[in-house]
């Protein structure tokens, strides 16, 4: 558990980067920290490891105020993952995991042991550990700087906007797998981002932060899209947020059946069909095209996003974004197992409303 | 040509006596360099100190740091340290900038990442900051190596040993074979301390020739 007590930071030039911060981030959840960039995010964040000292209040890690440990030691008990990993360019990667436990003085063998543990749990290849960061894409060097964070066991992990330089296919990713490793894990994790898609998505709590280093709101993600504490959250947690909402609910929605074709097949084409391959796996949609035609790929239009049976989000979105209004739905395989409609969300959501699920 | 075979044991004698005279001048200036190079790329002030300081030392011509060197530290002017205290001097004036530009040069986010880490300084330097300028700073001691390798020769004007004492000798006895013989020593001996510093650097920094 990290506790702020009153916590305020005055830079020498005067400029107050957080001001009377006080906020509790409980054990083993993923905590949050999100606003524009001044908003004092990031200096709560190096706070807690002492890589700034506040210029009055308190910072407690499970009971303990920060300001009475030496920073090397202090350091060595929370783990840290910066934006460009800051992978030590010179060592390999099984020895950049390795760092923490060698300076907490484990012998050699030991902590090259347990770096090529951490390289699986973080889904590596061992065979990278002989490589130099530089031979590594950005987001295997950001799986490798989470490793290393992860090597001494901390029970604490300061994320200072640790995927914010990757490519967005990557970004989901990494986010995936920190969820994947948190189930397991249980660390009490601070995240800090200026993206509010990450922080609602990662954060099982989030604090929203805004200029001049106040905290604007500390809630639970559905309560923030729900009930804004003021103008700024409001505006920070953007227009479509009624949208957003729906990524919170699970809900069941009608799957309607679908006529399914393949390539190279003679059919007469009345309606929507979608063409699938060989698995069954969505590849294209053909429109009501007049008389029987053989398919062929440059007939297929293709599709908008897939509904994997998560969210209310995911099933709005397929129907919306599909040429043929309908969304497909797929399993686990990536099989088609038949459509949804954009009514049946909504009325799933009015089913929810009706029901208490939806926060007010 | 022929001088150097049939005078073998002076020209190995010679030969013993500008390595030892440029050697020690590099590791030492060397070993002042890092300390003070280090202290520049901190602070501004010393930078702004350090930097011209070391531009004015190091355009006192040789011959003259030489000759006044016994007056200031008051040693007979046939001593070794006549050239050796001049030449220190001269691998501080060049190394200093190339280690504080060496040191500057690692990126913030690999030493942010080593506080993070709960590196404590002394620790941080010998095994994050000094090894990543090592490219750098072994780019600034083979300049400043060849240049001590020439410039011990001048030595010989004020009597002491190595290969400007063959061009002295050479040019009073109208000997060209002498000066000739010392002209090559001093080549070779430039194209292999740079070589084997060359090579010093590759084993030293593998990970910078590691490619994708």
Not at chain 1, 282 to 305: F, N, R, Y
Not at chain 1, 348 to 357: D, Q, S, V, Y
Not at chain 2, 41 to 64: D, G, H, K, V
Request: overall charge negative; aromatic content about 6%; hydrophobic content about 45%.
């Amino acid at each position: 558990m990290i506790e702020f007590r009153a916590v305020t930071k005055r830079f020498e030039d005067g400029t107050i980067a957080v001001d009377e911060l006080d906020l509790t981030v409980e054990a083993g959840t993923i905590t949050v920290f999100v606003g524009p960039s001044g908003c004092g995010k990031t200096t709560s964040l190096r706070m807690v490891n002492r890589m700034i000292d506040p210029t009055s209040g308190t910072i407690l890690v499970d009971g303990k105020d920060v300001l009475t440990v030496d920073p090397p030691t202090l350091r060595r008990g929370i783990g840290y993952v910066i934006q460009q990993a800051g992978l030590f360019p010179h060592r390999t990667v099984l020895d950049n995991v390795a760092t923490v436990p060698l300076l907490s003085g484990w012998d050699r063998r030991k902590a090259r042991t347990r770096a090529a543990e951490l390289l699986e749990i973080v889904g590596l290849d061992p065979a990278f550990g002989k490589r130099y960061p530089a031979q590594l894409s950005g987001g295997q060097q950001q799986r490798v700087g989470v490793a290393r964070a992860l090597a001494a066991d901390p029970p604490v992990l300061l994320m200072d906007e640790p995927f914010s330089a990757v490519d967005p296919v990557v970004r989901e990713d990494l986010q995936n797998e920190l969820l994947r490793l948190q189930a397991e894990l249980d660390k009490t994790i601070v995240f800090v981002t200026h993206d509010i898609d990450e922080a609602l998505k990662l954060g099982e709590r989030v604090a929203v932060f805004q200029t001049g280093g106040h905290l604007a709101q500390y809630a639970r993600p559905t309560e923030l899209l729900a009930a804004p504490a003021n103008d700024f959250v409001a505006s920070f947690v953007g227009r479509d947020r009624g949208y957003r909402t729906l990524t919170f609910l699970h809900a069941d929605v009608p799957v309607h059946p679908i006529t399914t074709a393949k390539l190279g097949q003679r059919i007469t084409v009345t309606d929507w069909t979608l063409v699938v391959d060989d698995a069954n796996r969505p590849k294209g949609w053909l429109s009501g095209v007049d008389g029987e035609v053989e398919i062929s790929e440059q007939d297929l239009i293709s599709g908008g996003s897939l509904y994997d049976g998560s969210t209310l989000r995911g099933a709005l979105d397929a129907a919306l974004s599909s040429p043929s209004a309908l969304g497909v739905v797929v399993d686990d395989a990536g099989a088609v197992t038949g459509v949804v409609k954009a009514d049946d969300v909504i009325k799933a959501l009015a089913k929810a409303r009706a029901a208490g699920e939806v926060p007010k | 040509m022929t001088w150097i075979f049939e005078n073998w044991e002076r020209f190995w004698e010679v030969t013993e006596v500008h390595l030892r005279l440029s050697v020690v001048p590099v590791v030492i200036g060397f070993l002042l360099s890092i300390p003070l190079g280090w202290v520049a790329s901190r602070s501004n002030t010393a930078r702004a100190i350090l930097f011209p300081l070391a531009n004015i030392l190091f355009t006192i011509p040789s011959i003259a740091l030489i000759v006044i060197t016994p007056v200031l530290i008051g040693v007979k002017i046939l001593d070794e340290i006549n050239v050796v205290v001049p030449l220190v001097i001269y691998t501080v004036a060049l190394m200093v900038r190339s280690v504080a530009d060496a040191l500057s040069a690692v990126p913030g986010h690999v030493t942010a990442a080593a506080n993070a880490m709960g590196f404590r300084p002394l620790r941080r330097f010998l095994t994050v900051d000094f090894p990543l300028a090592l490219p750098v700073t072994i780019a600034g001691l083979r300049v400043a190596t060849v240049s001590n390798i020439s410039m011990v020769s001048v030595g010989a004007l004020v009597g002491l040993g190595g290969y400007g004492q063959l061009f002295t000798e050479g040019y009073q006895t109208d000997h060209t074979d002498k000066v000739l013989a010392g002209l090559i020593g001093t080549i070779v001996l430039a194209a292999l301390a740079d070589g084997l510093l060359l090579l010093i650097g590759r084993l030293l920094t593998p990970w910078t020739r590691a490619g994708r």
